[in-house]
């Protein structure tokens, strides 16, 4: 993981529904390498050139064929969620515009693109944006912790810094469905909700590590 890279990609990152063009080839390739890095057992990351057929709803996203397919093994929805934003963060870096969407697409051909035995967890378009998203609503870390600003403010800078890193981190519909518990050792997503609130806590988990690793703290990452 390349910390300092990534935080600056948990920053800028934003979701894209309209594209100018689609990624390089250079690009794609070196996307390729991170989605086959990525990719096991339990998750696997494909990327495509739809333009026979790109189940990413054109209506909504507009301008790239370009897409990667997220699947998962059925008990993998934590895991699913981690190692796809650690792509949607490459993608960042690397000036590729994304989208996690999931009731937006065609499911059913997004699943026919997976190897057996993988369920469809997401998609998300691929291309160089050409859109201005609006600015992120989020919850006060009080509400999200049930912290004081006191007791905030009295935590060690990475732990600190490991919320501040999640509290920003994408879900779905923007419900941002976790609390987060800090200890002395870590700082783990809980879950709070159903539908899609693991794999959203598995995003959320990986912008914990991040924000800790930047201050200096390796942390495992928990999701209850």
Same mark, same amino acid.
């Given at each position: 993981?390349? /910390?300092?890279?990534?935080?600056?990609?948990?920053?800028?990152?934003?979701?894209?529904r309209?594209?100018?063009?689609?990624?390089?080839?250079?690009?794609?390739?070196?996307?390729?390498?991170?989605?086959?890095?990525?990719?096991?057992?339990?998750?696997?990351? /494909?990327?495509?050139? *739809?333009?026979?057929?790109?189940?990413?709803?054109?209506?909504?996203?507009?301008?790239?064929?370009?897409?990667?397919?997220?699947?998962?093994?059925?008990?993998?929805?934590?895991?699913?969620?981690?190692?796809?934003?650690? #792509?949607?963060?490459?993608?960042?870096?690397? *000036?590729?515009?994304?989208?996690?969407?999931?009731?937006?697409?065609?499911?059913?051909?997004? $699943?026919?693109?997976?190897?057996?035995?993988?369920?469809?967890?997401?998609?998300?378009?691929?291309g160089?944006?050409?859109?201005? +998203?609006?600015?992120?609503?989020?919850?006060?870390?009080?509400? !999200?912790?049930g912290?004081?600003?006191?007791?905030?403010?009295? !935590? #060690? +800078?990475?732990?600190?810094?490991?919320? /501040?890193?999640? $509290?920003?981190? +994408?879900?779905?519909?923007?419900?941002?469905?976790?609390? #987060?518990?800090?200890?002395? /050792?870590?700082?783990?997503?809980?879950? $709070?909700?159903?539908?899609?609130?693991?794999?959203?806590?598995?995003?959320?988990?990986?912008? !914990?590590?991040?924000?800790?690793r930047?201050?200096?703290?390796?942390?495992k990452?928990?999701?209850?």
């Amino acid at each position: 993981m390349d /910390e300092g890279r990534w935080a600056k990609a948990v920053l800028s990152r934003r979701s894209h529904r309209a594209f100018a063009s689609e990624p390089s080839p250079e690009t794609l390739s070196a996307l390729e390498k991170t989605a086959k890095a990525l990719s096991g057992n339990e998750i696997t990351i /494909e990327i495509f050139d *739809g333009s026979g057929g790109n189940p990413v709803s054109a209506g909504i996203r507009k301008g790239t064929n370009c897409f990667a397919v997220i699947g998962r093994r059925s008990d993998a929805a934590a895991v699913a969620g981690y190692a796809g934003e650690a #792509f949607i963060l490459e993608c960042e870096a690397q *000036g590729v515009g994304t989208c996690w969407a999931w009731a937006s697409c065609d499911r059913s051909a997004a $699943q026919k693109l997976l190897k057996s035995g993988y369920k469809l967890d997401c998609v998300t378009p691929l291309g160089i944006p050409n859109d201005a +998203p609006p600015e992120r609503r989020l919850k006060p870390l009080t509400q !999200l912790t049930g912290l004081s600003e006191s007791e905030i403010a009295a !935590l #060690f +800078p990475w732990q600190k810094s490991a919320l /501040e890193y999640a $509290q920003i981190a +994408p879900s779905a519909m923007n419900k941002q469905p976790w609390r #987060f518990v800090v200890s002395e /050792e870590g700082v783990a997503a809980k879950r $709070q909700g159903l539908m899609f609130a693991l794999h959203d806590c598995g995003i959320a988990a990986l912008h !914990l590590e991040i924000g800790a690793r930047v201050m200096g703290k390796v942390i495992k990452p928990i999701v209850l």
